[in-house]
């Protein structure tokens, strides 16, 4: 049997199994595009959908590819995502001959387009999108056959959808803060180069809860490190607030720091000659228009314990009066490297009441874990591979705290 046929046939039945597997919709529709990268064996995808509540502009719903494509959008006739939802035929391996291309700059910002299948999403009734694979991983052209497969799979997801409302998401992304282009960041040992971070791409929207994953050496940590202000990219752009920090000197990233990010670490950091109330009047003292101790004690529910010192406190108390500190300066982001990690399921949950309450009030929040069951929470998941963005995942139904089980 032809090899193409035997992959297409691969294709389908691992979508059909992906698809039965899955609990819900955003589950069986990520399945189906992996599963189209694989066999295709293609660098980057995306699913796009209509939004009939703003005249069925095409979102992305779910997309693999080291860029983030949260505020982009397509009318339809407009861009190949948007031809291809218009005519509803797909575009196969077409090809760019330039990044300047619009088209592509308008599909995967920062990225150049070498071959691209587009295929449209859709049932007898509606349509309802398109899913879009880009680049080949051995820089070759989409073959027919991969071109088939696509279809293939699209129609499957179609069918389920078929039997689903696919409504507009509960959540669309505010204000632009924060944008990180091209950024790396290389550690050098006598010799020796490690590049921990190769090249990231990544947009911060205002009152929105981000959660960097990825396996331990991937490079999230850097990455918070480098838009926290604690260090410089080796290459690349970090801006926040519309002003560049890539190469800003130490004053610059000490007033920036100071004024807008709040810091909450796995390790609590507490002055241990010092009660919960003087550890956060400590803060108050170095910044402008503080808030006061109490206040924030009372945030995080420990109003009664301001006169107790860490080591009169559970860890789980005294993650809570990090974040309180953290609050201290009304910071407009606050950024958590696994402030969980250290304590049990049920404390964990407690704190993580308190981090919900203070995304729900507005603070930008980016939060690195490994805990995958947290990112049910969060607004945006974005998972790192290899010291770049891997895949972005958008919730439009978030868990609360107390839905969370490990």
């Known amino acids: 049997m032809d090899a193409s046929i035997v992959s297409a046939y691969r294709a389908l039945n691992e979508s059909q199994a992906a698809i039965s597997r899955a609990q819900t919709l955003d589950e069986a529709l990520r399945e189906s595009l992996k599963i189209i990268l694989e066999n295709c064996n293609a660098e980057m995808g995306a699913i796009w959908y209509a939004d009939d509540m703003e005249d069925y502009c095409l979102r992305p719903y779910y997309w693999i590819?080291?860029?983030?494509?949260?505020?982009?959008?397509?009318?339809?006739?407009?861009?190949?995502?948007?031809?291809?939802?218009?005519?509803?035929?797909?575009?196969?391996?077409?090809?760019?001959?330039s990044a300047d291309d619009p088209v592509t700059v308008a599909d995967f910002p920062e990225i150049e387009i070498t071959s691209m299948i587009c295929v449209p999403f859709s049932t007898k009734l509606d349509n309802l999108g398109c899913v879009q694979v880009i680049n080949k991983a051995d820089g070759t052209r989409f073959s027919e056959e991969e071109a088939d497969v696509c279809e293939m799979v699209a129609m499957i997801a179609a069918m389920v959808l078929g039997d689903a409302t696919f409504a507009e998401p509960e959540w669309k992304p505010g204000k632009t803060i924060m944008r990180v282009?091209?950024?790396?960041?290389?550690?050098?040992?006598?010799?020796?180069?490690?590049?921990?971070?190769?090249?990231?791409?990544l947009d911060v929207y205002e009152g929105e809860f981000l959660v960097l994953l990825g396996e331990s050496g991937c490079g999230k940590s850097t990455l918070l490190?480098?838009?926290?202000?604690?260090?410089?990219?080796?290459?690349?752009?970090?801006?926040?607030?519309?002003?560049?920090?890539?190469?800003?000197?130490?004053?610059?990233?000490?007033?920036?720091?100071?004024?807008?990010?709040?810091?909450?670490?796995?390790?609590?950091?507490?002055?241990?000659?010092?009660?919960?109330?003087?550890?956060l009047e400590l803060i108050a003292s170095l910044v402008p228009n503080p808030?006061?101790?109490?206040?924030?004690?009372?945030?995080?529910?420990?109003?009664?314990?301001?006169?107790?010192?860490?080591?009169?406190?559970?860890?789980?108390?005294?993650?809570?009066?990090?974040?309180?500190?953290?609050?201290?300066?009304?910071?407009?982001?606050?950024?958590?490297?696994?402030?969980?990690?250290?304590?049990?399921?049920?404390?964990?949950?407690?704190?993580?009441?308190?981090?919900?309450?203070?995304?729900?009030e507005g603070t930008t929040m980016i939060m690195v874990t490994h805990n995958e069951e947290i990112c049910r929470m969060a607004d945006r998941v974005v998972r790192m591979r290899g010291g770049r963005v891997h895949e972005v995942t958008v919730n439009r139904r978030k868990a609360h705290a107390t839905d969370l089980v490990w």
């Open 65 to 97: 590819a080291p860029s983030d494509l949260t505020a982009c959008a397509h009318m339809p006739g407009e861009g190949a995502v948007g031809r291809v939802y218009d005519r509803q035929v797909a575009e196969r391996y077409f090809t760019f001959v």
């Open 225 to 279: 490190n480098i838009i926290g202000g604690m260090d410089h990219p080796t290459s690349g752009s970090f801006e926040c607030f519309g002003q560049e920090f890539a190469s800003a000197d130490q004053k610059t990233l000490t007033d920036y720091r100071r004024d807008n990010i709040g810091f909450i670490f796995q390790s609590y950091n507490l002055m241990p000659n010092l009660n919960a109330s003087q550890n």
């Open 291 to 360: 808030m006061s101790a109490d206040e924030a004690l009372e945030i995080v529910n420990l109003g009664q314990r301001k006169y107790n010192y860490p080591s009169q406190m559970s860890g789980g108390q005294q993650q809570r009066v990090s974040i309180a500190r953290a609050l201290m300066k009304r910071p407009r982001i606050i950024l958590a490297d696994e402030p969980t990690a250290a304590l049990d399921y049920t404390t964990s949950i407690e704190v993580l009441q308190v981090m919900e309450k203070i995304v729900s």
């Open 181 to 201: 282009r091209g950024v790396t960041r290389e550690f050098t040992n006598g010799d020796v180069v490690t590049k921990v971070l190769k090249g990231v791409n």
